[in-house]
Structure formats: C-alpha cells, structure tokens
C-alpha cells in the first residue's frame, strides 16, 4: 500500500499532512522496501542531525525569513517523528504519547488558563511554572535538590546557555550576590586568576581559569538583563560582515596584506557598517 493511501481524506489539513509525514517515516523505516540509511538509523546516530536542524530552525528565525523558517521546523520535525517511529519498533512509545505528554504538561504547567488559578502578570505565571517543574522533578526523581536539577542542564545544553540557565536557577534559590558590585569584583579576580593561570600553570588549570572568567561574565550579564548567547551570536555576525567588506575591496588575497594593512582595511569595513545602520 502506497503511502498516500494511508491518509483519510475526511482528516482537517494539518492533520491529514502529519498523517502522511507518518506514513512516509514508517515506510523508509519499514524492512520491506524501506531505505537503507532510515533502517540503519538509531536514537543515538540521529543525535547530530536533532541538534543540527534545531540550529538551523533558530538561523531561518533571525533571517526573518518565513520560507526558510516552515522548511527548517519540517526537517526538525521530521527527526521527533523518525525518533518516535524508532522507539514504537521495540514498543517503548510511539508520536501520540509524545504529543500527549507534552499536551499534558502544558495543562498541568497553565493552571492559570486551564484551572482556577488567578494571576495578575507575567511574573507570577513564571513563578508559578517554575513551583510546577520543581515539584514534577521531586515527583520524578524523588528528591528536591538544586544540584540534580542544574546538572541536567550541563548535560543538555550548549555551555553557555547551560551557564546561564544555571546562574539564574542557583540565584533564585538565594545563592547570588547582594549589588552588581560583588560580580564586577568576582570577574577581577577571576581575569587576575586566569592571567596567572596562564602565565605560569599547566593548560588544564588555563582551562579551568578559562571556564570560571567565562563563568563570571555571564553572571554580569544576567545581572544587566543581557543574553551572552545572542551577544556572541551577534559579534560573530559582524565579524562576517566586516570581513566580507574586507574581501570585497582587497585587490588580493587578505595573508598578503601586513597586519597595519589588515588593521586599516578592518577599520573602513566598521565605518562603512555604521554608515548603513545609521
């Protein structure tokens, strides 16, 4: 049976779609006829292409740029339907319990909207979300320690998201610092600790030095209200953009230029960017 005749036609749009993207996944996965590379696919070899196609759903986003945006969260969504259709193989879940559980706890985490709690503004449906998953994690891990809770974070996310995660949820539960002050003091000793570090220390404990002024700089930057991921996402785009208008003027190629040179031309890229964001 081809896959098109697998979908009702009764079904709304986007119901008949996610019926067809199913079947689709469930043939490529299937012994008989299916593809090779789907059926030699697992949780585990599937991890690079998730975190890949996140990154590029989050890339079309800041381009603004719809097309790109539905193709991208198609192909992310097509790794939680080949995730699903995987684990329905050996009966551990199939797509309904993933969309269930997820349809479950946001009811549970909106008490506000889906139960007779009141709230009054944003900050105390934020608080009260946070009651909700501090409890779910004593529920599931019996326990309701910080420590398990921030690990999962070092574990799942990218480091500097995990570090900033793990401030904020470390600060709320007190262990924070009195003024803004106290952090601007913490990255002075931790930049002195880090240069001594690197003067005379071996490279591990460089890293380590490393690791703690990053750190501390993304405290200061929670303290400001800053996200140092989109701040670095940001420089690494005009550093790009800089060195493209670099490339663009150069009559030859840029490691034939002497680093004034390189300096002078890197110069006239920033004032020509500031031009045209004036």
């Not at 570090?163 to 990255?187: C, H, N, P, R």
Request: glycine share 4%; charged share 25%; net charge negative.
């Amino acid at each position: 049976m081809a896959y098109s005749d697998t979908v009702e036609a009764e079904l709304p749009p986007v119901l008949a779609a996610l019926q067809q993207l199913i079947a689709v996944v469930a043939q490529l996965r299937s012994p008989d006829g299916g593809c090779p590379w789907d059926l030699a696919q697992t949780p585990q070899t599937l991890i690079p292409y998730v975190i890949e196609e996140a990154y590029e759903v989050v890339d079309a986003i800041r381009q603004e740029n719809p097309e790109a945006i539905a193709d991208e969260l198609g192909d992310l969504l097509l790794q939680v339907v080949l995730q699903a259709q995987i684990a329905s193989e050996s009966q551990q879940f199939d797509l309904a319990t993933v969309a269930d559980t997820i349809t479950q706890k946001l009811i549970r985490r909106h008490p506000h909207v889906f139960g007779d709690v009141t709230v009054a503004h944003m900050d105390e449906v934020h608080q009260n979300w946070e009651q909700i998953k501090a409890q779910e994690d004593q529920e599931s891990h019996g326990t309701d320690k910080l420590a398990p809770r921030l690990s999962r974070y070092a574990r799942s996310l990218p480091p500097l998201t995990a570090s900033l995660k793990i401030s904020k949820k470390a600060a709320a539960a007190g262990f924070e610092w009195e003024t803004v002050d106290g952090v601007w003091e913490k990255f002075q000793e931790e930049l002195g600790e880090f240069k001594e570090a690197i003067a005379h220390e071996s490279p591990a404990r460089q890293q380590e030095e490393l690791g703690d002024l990053l750190f501390t700089i993304v405290n200061l930057a929670r303290w400001h209200g800053l996200d140092p991921d989109e701040a670095l996402q940001s420089t690494n785009q005009r550093f790009i953009q800089r060195l493209t208008l670099m490339e663009s003027v150069a009559d030859r190629s840029l490691s034939d230029y002497s680093l004034d040179q390189l300096e002078e031309l890197w110069q006239k890229a920033k004032q020509t960017l500031k031009k045209a964001e004036s």
